[in-house]
């Protein structure tokens, strides 16, 4: 299971204070394709929760801050724990890897929209699948690029989002594992719609399903 969600900065999806306890959350706004709706001209809280996967082991941390070090990648695939792509630039879009996470100074991500070339098609041409390993090195660049900007807490005590008493909580029911990004200046997103896909792959190497969320800026 992934709960993926966009929050205010202070960490609360709606109420967070004990004298407005009784406040209805605001109903939820999806699009067409039924996907979440965050709007927001503002820095916000990109937030992904994780339970167990198929393997009944919890999700990894590889390529995330772990503490005050971003942990080590050694999945074969060369991708990270929590794998997110953005339909658009984050930032200035710099294809330098890791060049936003906290120990590194500050630059955007690449976008990607759906694959141009579907590498997966067994007729593809040579010059097709060299594309396909230039296509596949690039999105493995921005994924880690990502990842390496999302802290990884395992205790609600530790999380960045707060229950509607105040207290640190995870979102969602039944979630174990915790990642957190605060959208900077130098990553923000540009106006109009951006759609933000990420999965999160267990201790054993299983990719869980994936979630899809859309960030609306005026």
């Known amino acids: ?29 999806f699009d067409a394709e039924g996907r979440p709706v965050f709007n927001t001209n503002d ?44 339909s658009m630039d984050l930032g200035n879009g710099s294809s330098q890897v890791c060049d936003g996470s906290p120990v590194n100074p500050p630059g955007g991500v690449p976008g990607f929209a759906p694959p141009i070339i579907d590498c997966d098609d067994p007729d593809l041409t040579p010059a097709q699948q060299l594309a396909c390993q230039s296509q596949e090195s690039e999105v493995t660049d921005a994924l880690v690029d990502v990842a390496c900007r999302f802290a990884f807490v395992t205790s609600e005590g530790n999380a960045c989002t707060k229950n509607p008493f105040g207290d640190f909580a995870f979102l969602a029911d039944n979630t174990t594992r915790q990642y957190c990004f605060q959208i900077p200046t130098d990553s923000q997103l540009p106006a109009g719609e951006t759609v933000l896909k990420v999965q999160a792959r267990d201790g054993a190497g299983f990719l869980g399903p994936a979630s899809e969320i859309v960030i609306r800026v005026p």
Request: hydrophobic residues 35%; glycine residues 10%; charged residues 15%.
């Open 43 to 86: 820095r916000f809280l990109l937030v992904v929760e994780t339970s167990v996967g198929q393997s009944v082991l919890h999700a990894g941390s590889q390529g995330v801050m772990v503490g005050d070090d971003v942990d080590d990648i050694t999945h074969s695939s060369g991708r990270p724990s929590l794998q997110l792509l953005a």
């Open 1 to 29: 299971m992934v709960a993926f969600q966009a929050v205010r900065q202070n960490g609360c999806p709606g109420c967070c204070n004990f004298s407005c306890r009784l406040t209805p959350t605001p109903t939820p706004e």
